[in-house]
């Protein structure tokens, strides 16, 4: 067996970067170059003979091109025609902009050479499953630095509730019996551990890590990183689950009896509360492409939620029993939902289509998270078993497996690290699943070797970039579409306003909504089915060993053909 | 002294007489001047009178008289000639006008050469002021020379140490220039060609898209077709892959063409001739041949799989009443291998055919029939026979239709009694058909007599077989007439009988039947059982891609159900995994993953089919809710009698009804089990654009004009900087004089040539 040292972003390896410009090298794609009369006035003369102790001049071959598939991802979808704009003075000048759009997109594909570090894997030799690689073999061939991230904590105050801060730096604990810590888990360094003497039902960061949500048995209190008592939150009572949207500010809660608020921690409002009329549920997540709540309930339904619609926007189901988890993962692509009858489907929740995956299990998973790189990990019992790139296909077996002495009461994966945090029934285990987190972080975006100092800058731009709770719906994309609806409402109420030229304006969208009609999606679906029919008639032909004289052909007769003898069909 | 006086007196006294008498006269005469003096404001009285103008005339008649006169007066003459007479100044306004016109137009000019630099200034990313960047303060000579310094001691140390390095001094580079005088020459020579040689293909090109004969275009396309087949062969000689990569390209062509419902009789062409046809044999002709060629072009591609046997069915049918009439479009498909769209099947169209069916053999290849086709002829004619006495031997064998036994014998006697005795029309129409369709005349090599005794041979075999079909129908009545007439105890062995009989005749005259019915895949299921000594696994699959094909021909049976129920097609297969159990569960709990879990349906003890119905019933009743009603207005009994099951009269249903809007098709609505639901978010809204500014006019292009972030979280802070530049930098605390003419002078400003801006520009 072998195993690949993992590399995280503080470890240089000259080896690795050299390997890396080896392949940039290799990596060159022909361009066509379109000749025009530039290039044709001059041509560039590279040599010179006079190279007595003179510079040899090089003429500036360009840039070097870029990866069109990388330019691809970073677009931004198309441009503007500048033709259909009349006025020649602003066409000229939108298509000045659109070329600092396109220089702008095209120096995002080139910053992406900045980004050096590479997803870190098991390497295993044929026959062996990496399934069989322990945490203690992983424990003993990576570095120490990496080795010390697995460990175990051994507490007494009965189940733990673990959450990691968004950098992925620190680490907070809250037990059903009250025991309530918070710690840098890389130093270990602990903030504040202290007794609430109240059963703690869940934990948050807030958007800092000096600042601790915690939902006791009665109400919301919020505690600094020193454990001093900041807030305490009468108006949220009896929570059962939080999640905090860190672009919005808002603390959203489900509890008890149904009821769902949002609070926001910048101005210490509740920007919206109302009962969702679901029952008591603990099955809740957010959706970080468009922080939508996503709650599951007892009937198998998941139902996505904003602070400003009082109803579900949308609602799915899943699975025909109570489900036990759901997780969204980071790009919003995927949900993953498991329910009681021990099957776990995968969805594609940004169309709101699917099951994609179909997996059944032999025990109802507790517990389901998405790591940054869309492994999943899924917690059966006490036993976490971690599956990799099993959205887009069906797995047949886990990519990692750890079995504990305890039970899974929650788990979640370490943002920028290859760490799987489980909270268990005593205490807390960090294990190390190699190749789960993102290995480049964008330091302005989050970063786990933040200052003081940046910290604070941080919280203050934060802040300035805040975005209102109103703008939370299923497509985040929606502000910048022009509100057809009422437009129309105001055109009409114009065009009845005497001596004024109406104005003509094509009310054509930007993104029409190719293949979801109703025609053209039963279209598709009819075609795909047949083609998939087809195919398997004919790999069920093929396993049968029909007779395949038949593709003999026969010498044709003509019109005489009818005198040839006919093979009888079986019946 | 004294005459002086006197005359000075007579002449006082004369003045004075002479106002008196002209005082008589009572009009005022002004005196004309006798002497003018330039003064700036002219008299309105001192202006000549055009009519005391100098008439040299009459001055030269004056002259005439001596010979030195006359020549005075000739130059004079000539003189007034070329001497012209100023004209009178123009009226002031006018003058005024024009004065103003012109200096509007100078002006123009001078300020229009400034044109580019405010257009250029206006479309230009920034401007930034002060425009010129001289920096007006000198170096005083101190200043100047105390940057003129020696190396200090330690810089010369480290030189020492590490020698900077030469600077090298770059020599001037000659320029060089990409061509040469003669070259530049030429070069231009030839693309003033390759452009004129454009222009006449472009006219030529014009001049024909524009022909409208039909002909014209007919040859043209046929011409083309010619010329693609032979570019193809010589393909298919130097590079077969390359020819057979061609070949697949056709084939999809087709295959698209297949799905066009062009050479259908939809076209106004068609509709056309359509009209016509009623009228004119020939038009009627046009459009069968048109059907045809729709036929031969939608005919699907048969599959390797079931070639033989449709293939057989397809061409080895022949239909006798409809192969009489020449015009049936069906017909004529049917025969299209040979006369009708030979100019459709000589091309690439055939050797796709020769592909189906995998003909080896490369006689179908060559377009040079004729020889081949004699030995067709002759092979076939042999083949012929043995089928022939096989017919007979196997007549002899099936007992039943011994009446009908017809020796070969027989047979040519009988051909020869055919001949004699059918009717000349229907033998004419026969013989007419077969011309037609024969896929081997070859009248032009001279095996007349061969084709006499083809064409008699088919012929006779086509009567034969009606006879015997009439025959064998002929004794099926009589049977029948004898059923009837005899009692039943008879009934069943003979009505067994004639069964057979039938049955067996219906073999022979199995070519009799119209079409075939359509293939159903069919599976055996002895087969499978077979299958079964296999694994499980292997088994499992077999069964259910059965499955897969009994629906499938279970489909085909029913007909095409139209009506696809989504949820039913989008089934993910569950996936069993083999996941870990807890100890809780299960103590011996070390699997192996290879091995496989029995796929037992666990009791989901969970399992309510109503939770799926209710969320369905949700589904429509939120989706009713949405959807808008019609509105009654109507008064019941008003005008009318009302109550219970009255209905209202159509007017008022017509008039008091509103009516609702079409029902808008929802996001959710061939999603399965999923609500989403449609609202329109007023707090959303607030922050929502409703109009679209100034210079767009379109949704479109104004999303697209925001599409993009220009914050520096989302892109790199270079493309920022560039966007969120702003249009006007000045430089703090320095006077910005305004712009003089040697802004008009700089390249940048000479060069631009946005010329819609600058009309823009101009005409404010």
Redesign the interface.
């Known amino acids: 067996m072998n195993l690949e040292k993992k590399k995280r972003y503080f470890e240089t390896d000259p080896e690795v970067s050299k390997t890396d410009a080896n392949q940039n090298n290799n990596d060159f794609e022909v361009y066509n170059i379109k000749i025009n009369p530039k290039s044709?006035?001059?041509?560039p003369?590279h040599f010179k003979n006079?190279n007595d102790?003179?510079?040899l001049?090089k003429k500036f071959s360009g840039k070097s091109p870029i990866n069109p598939e990388k330019l691809e991802k970073h677009s931004?979808?198309?441009?503007?025609?500048h033709n259909?704009?009349?006025?020649?003075?602003?066409?000229?000048?939108?298509k000045?902009?659109e070329n600092?759009?396109n220089?702008?997109q095209k120096?995002?594909a080139r910053?992406e050479i900045l980004l050096t570090e590479q997803q870190g894997s098991l390497v295993v030799e044929e026959g062996v499953?990496t399934?069989s690689i322990s945490q203690k073999t992983i424990k003993e061939s990576v570095d120490i630095a990496a080795a010390t991230k697995i460990f175990d904590l051994k507490l007494d105050f009965g189940p733990y509730r673990a959450k990691y801060s968004r950098n992925g730096r620190h680490l907070l604990l809250g037990s059903a019996k009250g025991h309530l810590a918070a710690f840098d888990w890389v130093t270990k360094k602990l903030h504040c551990e202290i007794n609430v003497m109240e059963s703690i039902h869940d934990i948050s960061w807030l958007h800092v890590e000096t600042m601790i949500a915690a939902a006791q048995k009665e109400w919301l209190y919020i505690y600094d990183n020193t454990g001093t008592e900041l807030h305490c939150i009468k108006r949220l009572d009896k929570i059962l689950r939080m999640e905090f949207l860190p672009y919005h500010f808002l603390l959203a809660t489900v509890n008890e009896y149904g009821f769902m608020s949002w609070l926001d921690i910048s101005i210490g409002e509740i920007v919206s509360h109302y009962n969702n009329h679901l029952g008591r549920t603990s099955v809740m997540t957010q959706n970080p492409y468009n922080a939508t709540l996503c709650l599951g309930n007892s009937?198998?339904?998941v139902s996505l939620w904003s602070p400003?619609?009082k109803?579900?926007?949308?609602?799915?189901?899943c699975h025909?029993?109570?489900l036990t988890a759901i997780t969204v993962d980071n790009r919003g692509m995927y949900m993953a939902t498991s329910?009681?009858?021990?099957?776990m489907?995968i969805w594609d929740i940004r169309n709101?289509?699917?099951?994609?995956?179909?997996?059944?299990?032999?025990?109802a998973p507790v517990d389901l998270q998405f790591s940054q790189k869309d492994m999943l990990a899924?917690g059966?019992?006490?036993?976490v078993?971690i599956y990799s790139n099993c959205c887009t296909q069906?797995?047949?077996?886990?990519y990692l497996?750890h079995?504990m002495?305890k039970?899974i009461n929650n788990f979640k994966f370490c943002p920028y690290e290859d760490v799987l945090g489980i909270g268990t029934s005593n205490g807390f285990s960090s294990i190390i699943v190699p190749g789960s987190g993102e290995p480049n972080f964008d330091a302005?975006?989050s970063n786990p070797f933040q200052t003081k100092k940046q910290r604070k800058e941080a919280e203050v731009k934060a802040l300035l970039?805040k975005i209102?709770a109103?703008?939370i719906?299923?497509n985040p994309f929606?502000?910048?579409?022009?509100?057809?609806?009422?437009?129309k409402e105001?055109m009409e109420a114009k065009k009845k306003l005497l001596y004024l030229k109406p104005?003509?304006?094509?009310?054509?969208?930007?993104y029409k909504n190719k293949g979801?009609?109703?025609i053209a999606?039963?279209k598709i679906?009819?075609d795909?089915?047949r083609k998939e029919?087809i195919e398997?008639?004919i790999?069920?032909?093929k396993?049968?060993?029909?007779p395949?004289d038949?593709?003999?052909?026969?010498q044709?007769?003509?019109?005489?053909?009818?005198?040839?003898p006919?093979p009888k069909?079986?019946? | 002294m004294e005459d002086i006086e006197d005359t000075d007196y007579v002449a006082s006294e004369h003045d004075i007489l002479v106002k008196a008498i002209s005082k008589l006269d009572k009009t005022q005469h002004i005196t004309e001047p006798t002497r003018n003096e330039p003064t700036i404001d002219n008299s309105e009285f001192h202006l000549h009178k055009r009519s005391n103008e100098l008439d040299l005339s009459n001055v030269v008649e004056a002259l005439e008289g001596t010979a030195i006169h006359v020549k005075i007066g000739k130059k004079l003459k000539k003189i007034q000639n070329k001497s012209q007479v100023l004209k009178k100044p123009l009226e002031k306004p006018q003058a005024e006008r024009i004065k103003r016109a012109i200096g509007y137009e100078e002006n123009k000019k001078k300020i229009g050469r400034w044109d580019p630099v405010v257009a250029r200034a206006?479309?230009v990313?920034y401007v930034s002021f002060p425009i010129k960047h001289v920096s007006n303060k000198l170096q005083s000579t101190g200043e100047f020379l105390s940057k003129l310094k020696l190396k200090s001691a330690l810089e010369k140390e480290l030189d020492e140490v590490d020698p900077p390095a030469e600077v090298?001094?770059?020599?001037e580079?000659e320029q060089?220039y990409?061509m040469s005088y003669e070259e530049m020459i030429e070069h231009r020579q030839h693309s003033a060609k390759l452009r004129a040689q454009e222009s006449y293909k472009a006219a030529k090109a014009k001049r024909q898209s524009k022909i409208k004969s039909k002909k014209y275009h007919r040859i043209l396309k046929k011409e083309k077709l010619k010329q693609q087949l032979k570019e193809f062969e010589d393909l298919q000689k130097k590079n077969p892959e390359e020819a057979l990569q061609k070949l697949e390209a056709l084939e999809k062509a087709r295959a698209l063409e297949r799905h066009t419902l062009r050479h259908k009789n939809t076209g106004k062409w068609a509709k056309n001739q359509l009209i016509r046809a009623k009228y004119d044999k020939e038009v009627r002709q046009q459009i069968a041949e048109q059907l045809a060629v729709s036929r031969s072009l939608t005919h699907k591609t048969q599959d390797?799989?079931?070639?033989?046997?449709e293939?057989?069915n397809n061409?080895?049918?022949?239909d006798i009443t409809l192969s009489q009439d020449p015009m049936n479009p069906w017909m004529l498909q049917r025969s299209d291998k040979s006369n009708v769209d030979a100019e459709f099947d000589f091309g690439y169209k055939k050797y796709l055919k020769d592909k189906m069916?995998?003909?080896k053999d490369n006689d179908s290849e060559s377009d040079s029939n004729d020889e081949d086709a004699n030995k067709?002829v002759s092979?076939?004619i042999n083949?012929?026979k043995e089928?022939i006495a096989?017919?007979a031997t196997s007549d002899i064998e099936g007992s039943a239709v011994e009446e009908f036994i017809v020796d070969t014998n027989k047979l040519n006697k009988e051909i020869a009694n055919l001949k004699a005795s059918n009717n000349a029309l229907d033998k004419k129409k026969k013989k007419k058909s077969i011309v037609a369709?024969?896929?081997?005349i070859v009248e032009e090599v001279g095996n007349s007599i061969r084709n006499d005794i083809t064409q008699e041979v088919?012929s006779a075999f086509e009567n034969l077989e009606d006879d015997v079909a009439n025959k064998v129908e002929q004794k099926l009545k009589m049977l029948r007439e004898d059923i009837e007439r005899i009692g039943k105890s008879e009934k069943p062995f003979k009505n067994t009988r004639s069964k057979k009989d039938t049955e067996k005749d219906i073999d022979n005259l199995?070519?009799l039947k119209l079409k075939n019915q359509k293939t159903k895949?069919?599976?055996?299921e002895e087969?499978?059982e077979t299958?079964k000594s296999k694994k499980t696994e292997?088994s499992d699959?077999?069964n259910s891609?059965?499955k897969?094909?009994e629906?499938?021909q279970h489909n085909t049976q029913d007909g095409v159900s139209t009506d696809?129920d989504?949820n039913r097609?989008?089934e993910?297969?569950?996936?069993?995994?083999?996941?870990?159990?807890?100890?809780?569960?299960n103590d011996n709990d070390e699997l192996d993953?290879d091995q496989v879990?029995p796929k037992v349906n666990?009791e989901?003890?969970?399992?309510?089919?109503d939770?799926?119905a209710?969320?369905r019933q949700?589904k429509e009743d939120e989706a009713k809710k949405d959807q808008p009603t019609d509105i009654d207005l109507s008064l019941p009994g008003w005008g009318s009698w009302g109550g219970k099951g009255v209905k209202a009269p159509k007017r008022k249903r017509n008039r008091f009804i509103l009516k609702a809007p079409p029902k808008m098709?929802r996001?959710?609505?061939?999603?399965?089990?999923?609500?989403?639901?449609e609202?329109?978010?007023p707090?959303?809204?607030?922050?929502?654009?409703?109009?679209?500014p100034?210079?767009?006019?379109?949704?479109?292009?104004?999303?697209?004009?925001?599409?993009?972030?220009i914050?520096n979280?989302f892109?790199?802070e270079?493309?920022?900087k560039?966007?969120i530049r702003p249009s006007v930098i000045t430089k703090a605390g320095t006077i910005i004089e305004p712009m003089d003419e040697e802004e008009l002078l700089l390249q940048k400003n000479r060069n631009f040539s946005?010329n819609?801006?600058l009309?823009?520009?101009a005409k404010k």
Not at chain 1, 311 to 317: N, Q, T
Not at chain 1, 380 to 383: A, I, P, R
Not at chain 2, 168 to 171: G, N
Request: aromatic share 6%; hydrophobic share 35%.
């Open positions: 044709l006035k001059r041509k003369s006079k102790g003179k510079v001049k931004r979808g198309e441009g503007i025609d259909n704009v009349k006025h020649p003075l602003h066409a000229a000048k939108l000045k902009r600092k759009l220089y702008a120096q995002a910053s499953k399934t009937k198998g339904v400003t619609v109803e579900p926007l949308a609602k799915i189901l025909k029993t109570p329910g009681v009858d021990r099957s489907k709101l289509d699917g099951p994609i995956q179909d997996y059944r299990l032999r025990s899924v059966l019992g006490e036993v078993e069906t797995v047949d077996r886990p497996r079995r002495a039970s302005l975006e970039e209102p109103e703008l719906t299923l929606d502000i910048t579409e022009v509100d057809v609806p009422s437009m105001q104005k003509k304006i094509d009310y054509t969208p930007r979801k009609t109703n999606r039963k679906i009819k795909a089915t029919q398997q008639a790999e069920a032909k396993h049968l060993n029909l395949t038949q593709n003999i052909p026969k044709s007769f003509g019109v005489l053909n009818r005198f040839v006919k069909i079986k019946k | 206006r479309t990313d090298m001094e770059e020599d580079e060089t990409p390797t799989e079931s070639t033989d046997d293939a057989d061409e080895a049918i022949p069916f995998k003909r067709m092979e076939k083949s012929l089928s096989k017919l369709t024969s896929n081997w088919s199995e070519y895949t069919i599976i055996d087969l499978l299958n292997d699959v077999i891609a059965a897969i094909i629906t499938a696809i989504p097609f989008i993910v297969k569950p996936k069993y995994l083999n996941t870990a159990l807890s100890n809780l569960d993953d879990v666990i989901e003890v969970f399992e309510e089919d939770v799926v209710s969320f949700e098709p996001r959710d609505e061939n999603k399965g089990d999923v609500i989403i639901k609202y329109k978010d707090k959303m809204a607030v922050h929502k654009v409703t109009d679209v100034f210079p767009f006019t379109s949704i479109k292009e104004y999303e697209a004009s925001i599409r993009a972030p914050g979280t892109i790199p270079s493309a920022h560039k966007l946005n819609d801006v009309r823009l520009l």
